[in-house]
């Protein structure tokens, strides 16, 4: 059996997935859409969301999604679940601090975890209200780290000069 990729997600593909009527659209809290053996999304969702003003948690794990697009919509959202797919830039997850409810975020298994040491320095920089992300909670001592190693950052970029004091993979994290 073949995989079907759905590159076009829309809407109206959305409440067909989820079982949902456009009266559901504005009201839902929670959306599902793994990615099967069967069906994944390809891409990205788009403005398929757009509508889903109450949204708080999306879980569009094990797709083949490559952006984050069109998320900036869902200013409720809480948590979201992209484990296992193909985001591969960091700029793409850093779009999500459009969401300043975004408490957990699972981004495991995709490209982007795995090739910037500073990716979760990145992370708990930019997207300051997370209390967990890839699974592992985000604590005091992980902002302090992220503070420093950014500020320390960027007063070598306006000097010139090069990061003496914090190095990002003095931080990686065991999951």
């Not at 069967?38 to 969702?45: H, P």
């Not at 997850?93 to 995709?110: G, S």
């Not at 967990?132 to 001592?141: E, Q, S």
């Amino acid at each position: 059996m073949d995989c079907k990729y759905v590159e076009d997600v829309t809407e109206d593909w959305i409440l067909k997935q989820c079982s949902l009527t456009h009266s559901d659209i504005c009201v839902v809290e929670e959306i599902s859409i793994p990615g099967s053996i069967r069906q994944k999304i390809s891409g990205g969702l788009g403005s398929s969301l757009v509508s889903c003003l109450s949204l708080r948690y999306l879980d569009i794990s094990r797709n083949n999604i490559s952006t984050l697009d069109g998320l900036q919509y869902c200013k409720a959202l809480e948590t979201i679940n992209v484990y296992y797919n193909n985001i591969s830039k960091l700029s793409e997850v850093l779009r999500l601090a459009q969401n300043p409810n975004l408490r957990e975020i699972d981004v495991r298994l995709n490209p982007v975890s795995v090739m910037s040491t500073e990716y979760r320095l990145m992370l708990v920089h930019a997207l300051t209200s997370l209390t967990m992300l890839d699974k592992v909670a985000v604590t005091d001592k992980d902002r302090m780290l992220s503070l420093k190693y950014h500020s320390t950052d960027q007063a070598n970029q306006l000097t010139g000069s090069h990061n003496d004091g914090v190095q990002a993979q003095d931080y990686r994290y065991e999951r």
